[in-house]
């Protein structure tokens, strides 16, 4: 209990005092116009409430991410809680709050114009291709996911290829539609729900009678029930993202940024709903173990044939919360997935029509962005989805070093102080370089060998940098 009372703690104290150090750097203005004040569009540019735009950014950015994660990052041990709280504090929070920011400060663009503003025209074009792919993956692994376990949860003539269907029609309002009129009203009682049934299990494990064997005590070793395949560097650190640091959510920071009403509220909206995310990751990491009563245990229940994390998180609900917490289950397991994949092809829109430099005002011309990028997404659907999330994990990591560089470009070329970013950028790059060596979807090669190689590449970057950054 005690790890898990300080985690949360440092968690706080780092929004309110690192947060602040961060906007400091960056040099927030709250005197410039925005560009949903300066050039509102009634469909992507438009102003909002800041509640309402954190809420949309928390569920845009967490949907079943920092849960799921949490729960299978968790079984790697007790490390799993210093990489939820440092990574979201010095990594994640800077990540999203530096990507909104720079998209700000240049009209609104989307990630690779705002990258390709910082490492240049050949990056721009390599960013638009690697978001977009991401994205994709994102919509269709967030289809296949609520769709099957609807299917289980209805009547039989109402099948997986039905709820596919229906969660497509759904996709394609969200992604055309003004963001003010379906998401907009949608994401703000569904974010609530997902913080509710956070703080409400939070409640049952602080008050009640709720042992987390957390087992800090005995060291940080790996725990994993398949310890030498499952190296605990990098793959913990892939493992969980959303909820330490993930690079989907610098593609879905510039959409947020273009409802921002002043550059005062980015800290609370982006470097804030990080946070919130960090928090809701530790809850489930230490719901995990509570509720399975140890790593052993959490292990032997997840090898049982049938028990996933949305099991875990069904049978976690229903035993603390009763009935009530059985609904927000499904709240969290289903709609939360949907939610995630609809903004994630809405962002796929935006960076298409920003390369092509399209006015979105237009239905027809969304139209003619939706139409191909929907049956992209269908195609990718045809893919194992044990592939697509493997694949999707490491792409959505290698985002955010190749976001975290492009903020520490930017901040060198401001004259700001870019360690802040250049450290988290550094530590990612020897992750994904790393995993992509060790990983069976990589090239399978020995772990000292990849991690050695993961820091060769890491120094190689940051010569590269300190070299350039001399040049005007």
Known sequence: MT?????????????????????????????RLTPAMDRPDGVDFVPMPVWKVFMIQFLNIAGVGPIFGAIMGIMFGPAAFLWIVFGTIFAGAVHDFTAAMISLRQGGVSLPESVGNELGSGMRHIMRVFSVILLILVGAVFVLTPSGLLASMTPEKLDVTFWTIAIFLYYLLATMLPIDKLIGKLYPIFGGALLFMALALMGVMIFGDVQIPDGMTVGLHNRHPQAATHALFPMLFISIACGAISGFHATQSPMMARCLTNEKLARPVFYGAMVAEGI????????????????????????????????????????????????????GVIAAPITSGDTALRSVRLIVADALKLDQKSFWKRLMICVPLFGLTFAIMMVDFQVLWRYFAWSNQTLAMITLWAVTAYLSRKGRWYWVSLVPALFMTVVTVSYILLAPEGLSLDPTLSIICGCAAAAIFAALFFFLRKKP
Request: net charge negative; aromatic share 12%.
């Open 280 to 331: 809701v990751a530790l809850i489930w990491a230490a719901a995990a173990i509570a509720f399975t009563g140890g790593y052993p245990q959490l292990a032997d229940y997840m090898a049982q044939e049938g028990h996933t994390p949305g099991s875990l998180v069904h049978d976690v609900s229903i035993g603390w919360l009763g009935a009530f917490g059985g609904l927000l289950a499904i709240i």
């Open 3 to 31: 790890t898990f009372i300080v985690s949360l703690v440092l968690l706080i104290v780092g929004y309110v005092v690192y947060g602040v150090i961060v906007e400091k750097i960056f040099g927030v203005d709250p005197k």
